[in-house]
T-cell receptor, first 114, second 115 residues
């Protein structure tokens, strides 16, 4: 099955700096890669996603890059703000035998220091 | 509905007790996933439904775990003879398509504590 590795597990940045979180996946057939933000005690919420036919996608201060050859994808947050503090999860969607699995990384706890 | 709804939000069960966790997905969503999230960890896949068909249950940790979605909408995750290691947040997610590249919306989760 799919295996998703995520680094770092914790990340502290000064307000206004950039934050980068990296993930690798194992199943070359995976073709959809969402990123979720989870605040303490709340549900995971999608912040950005990318499909395998695209190399980069940007939405305001958030961008995601995908390297299919190397099987890794990254989340970039620029001009970080205190409200960006949360746990971020990457995920990869794989399919087989008519079923689908969205496999998550173990998460990165981002702390933005005012 | 406005989003994915799960109930109860919190459940305390005595060891050995059976529990049932409910998920109301977004109306019309074909795909439904159940996940288990331990404290400080990422969501771990349990099972996947496409309409009423359970197409993948490879993530269910033991035969004490059972999930159903009989009419292709509401789903129930049942855990029999609960054990302390079952303590976790159980998340349900639904998506519009059959799973390929469409956003999965999560419920608030049910926090299960087995004492």
């Amino acid at each position: 099955g799919e295996n998703v590795e995520q680094h770092p597990s914790t990340l502290s940045v000064q307000e206004g700096d950039s934050a980068v979180i990296k993930c690798t996946y194992s199943d070359s057939a995976s073709n959809y890669f969402p990123w979720y933000k989870q605040e303490l005690g709340k549900r995971p919420q999608l912040i950005i996603d990318i499909r395998s036919n695209v190399g980069e996608k940007k939405d305001q201060r958030i961008a995601v890059t995908l390297n299919k050859t190397a099987k890794h994808f990254s989340l970039h947050i620029t001009e970080t703000q205190p409200e960006d503090s949360a746990v971020y999860f990457c995920a990869a969607l794989s399919s087989g035998a008519g079923s689908y699995q969205l496999t998550f990384g173990k998460g990165t706890k981002l702390s933005v220091i005012p | 509905g406005a989003g994915v709804s799960q109930s109860p939000r919190y459940k305390v069960a005595k060891r050995g007790q059976d529990v049932a966790l409910r998920c109301d997905p977004i109306s019309g969503h074909v795909s439904l996933f159940w996940y288990q999230q331990a404290l400080g960890q990422g969501p771990e896949f349990l099972t996947y439904f496409q309409n009423e068909a359970q197409l993948d249950k490879s993530g269910l940790p033991s035969d004490r775990f059972f999930a159903e979605r009989p009419e292709g909408s509401v789903s129930t995750l049942k855990i029999q003879r609960t054990q302390q290691e079952d303590s976790a947040v159980y998340l349900c997610a639904s998506s519009l398509g059959p799973g390929l590249g469409t956003e999965a919306f999560f419920g608030q989760g049910t926090r299960l504590t087995v004492v």
